[in-house]
């Protein structure tokens, strides 16, 4: 059995299913395999930051009240703080990806204009 990478999934763990993609006419496809992991249990997938783990226990203690608990939208309020929790840890994380990005194309230019100093 081949030695899988840490963020691989052990084989007994992924599903693998193949789909049609039509090539030239419908009659005709071209198989391909792809390989996912079950999504039978979303919650079970979503790990909470530490920023945001009360508002997302909350809401998941909200869901596990009941379909209709949520249907009717009692779980409305808890779901949109889990929302604003998180789109403030994704913009914080794209301020510090765009700052990283600067700072790069920054080195990048000094060592270009040093090249061309050189010539």
Known sequence: MPQLSPWQPSLDQVHVSS?????????????????HLPTSNTSTLL???????????ALEECHARGFLWKVTGNCSEAKYKVNMCLRGLRLERTR????????KREKIKQAWAELDANK
């Open 19 to 35: 789909r049609c993609i039509p090539i030239s006419t419908p009659s005709k496809c071209k198989r391909v395999r792809s390989t």
């Open 47 to 57: 790990t909470p930051s530490p920023g945001c783990a009360e508002v997302v226990a």
């Open 96 to 103: 510090l990806n765009r700052e990283a990005a600067k700072e």
